[in-house]
């Protein structure tokens, strides 16, 4: 299995940026998939969340409303699009996917088996 991430970059505060993941070697339509993002100092934390048929989806509260995740089943791509980036946003990114239907807590790291290698977003003021 081959998970990885894409897009990543240095952009101004207000700027956007489209994140892609790209998984092989799965079941992909199977697999509920999330990126996740980690500052230096701090916890990795779950940024948004998208279920096995694209019709359920989460996101952490201090991205609610400025980041959108999708997926292209057919391309085995998902996505994260970041818009009104702020420099809080700075991280780097990771996505997950974990097989199945998730179990309801799906910022929690353990609901995921496969892990891409991260991209930074860095974002300037």
């Known amino acids: 299995v081959q998970v990885m991430e894409s897009g990543g970059g240095l952009v101004q505060a207000g700027g956007s940026l489209r994140l892609s993941c790209t998984a092989s070697?799965?079941?992909?339509?199977?697999?509920?998939l999330s990126w996740f993002r980690q500052s230096p100092g701090k916890e990795r934390e779950g940024v948004a969340c998208?279920?096995?048929?694209?019709?359920?989806?989460h996101y952490a509260d201090s991205v609610k409303g400025r980041f959108t995740i999708s997926r292209d089943n057919a391309k085995m791509t998902f996505y994260l699009r970041m818009d009104s980036l702020k420099p809080e946003d700075t991280a780097m990114y990771y996505c997950a996917a974990g097989l199945g239907p998730y179990g309801g807590r799906w910022y929690a790291e353990d609901e995921y088996k496969y892990w891409g290698q991260g991209t930074q977003v860095t974002v300037s003021s």
């Open positions: 070697g799965l079941t992909f339509e199977n697999s509920h």
């Open positions: 998208i279920d096995r048929r694209g019709s359920s989806t």
